[in-house]
């Protein structure tokens, strides 16, 4: 199957600071999902975005399918925004979103 | 906007029993996922379905089965349970693209 990875795996920020946060995957891929993993568990759906660039708020995405890497940015950090991030990208044939390893962020006020 | 529907949301059970776990998708929305995540990792697919047909299969141990109903809801069942299966487990539900996830179930196994 797909191989996805992230990084980095852990990060620690203080409130109001800029991140970026890579997926690596290995195969080509139709359709790729980021999510915020809240500390209550909840999998909220941040950007839908298998190819191109957009932004919502103060975060944004970058998914380049011919190099097989995604990017998340996050800026203007807040102390809401820690959690864990997943991308889920979905291989071109194949029906199932295959989660990274995620990138556990830590806002400090 | 109507979302995933999962329920129990907690559900403590004990080593050997049987556990039902329910899913009510987005109205419209024609594939249900399950995904299985244990503490401190990535959630696992489990089984998908499209238009109430079982499309894809992962690690699913053979204890558990998984069936959508004619009303589009779906069921996990475990049978069997073993301490390892407590986890959170998701349903998830997409109509050409983006998955949108429920809240999840938190099974605990003692």
């Known amino acids: 199957g797909i191989q996805v990875e992230q990084s980095p795996p852990d990060l620690i920020l203080q409130e109001g600071a800029n991140s970026t946060l890579r997926c690596n995957f290995s195969?080509?891929?139709?359709?790729l999902q980021w999510f915020h993993q809240n500390p209550w568990g909840q999998l909220i759906n941040l950007f839908y975005?298998?190819?191109g660039t957009k932004q919502n708020g103060r975060l944004s995405a970058t998914t380049v399918a011919t190099e097989r890497y995604s990017l998340l940015y996050i800026s203007s950090s807040q102390t809401t925004d820690s959690g864990v991030y997943f991308c889920?990208?979905?291989?071109?044939?194949?029906?199932?979103?295959?989660f990274g390893t995620g990138t556990r962020l830590t806002i400090i006020p | 906007a109507a979302g995933v529907i999962q329920s129990p949301r907690h559900l403590i059970k004990e080593k050997r029993e049987t556990a039902t776990l329910k899913c009510y998708p987005i109205?419209?929305?024609?594939?249900v996922y399950w995904y299985q995540q244990g503490p401190g990792q990535d959630p696992q697919f489990l089984i998908s379905?499209?238009?109430?047909?079982?499309?894809d299969k992962g690690s699913i141990p053979d204890r558990f089965s998984a069936q959508q109903f004619s009303d589009y809801h779906s069921e996990l069942n475990m049978s069997s349970l073993e301490l390892g299966d407590s986890a959170l487990y998701f349903c998830?539900?997409?109509?050409?693209?983006?998955?949108?996830f429920g809240p999840g179930t938190r099974l605990t196994v003692t």
């Open positions: 998830a539900s997409s109509l050409t693209g983006t998955a949108t």
């Open positions: 195969d080509s891929v139709n359709n």
């Open positions: 975005i298998p190819s």
């Open positions: 889920a990208p979905r291989r071109v044939g194949n029906e199932k979103l295959t």
């Open positions: 109205p419209r929305h024609d594939t």
């Open positions: 379905f499209y238009e109430k047909m079982q499309s």
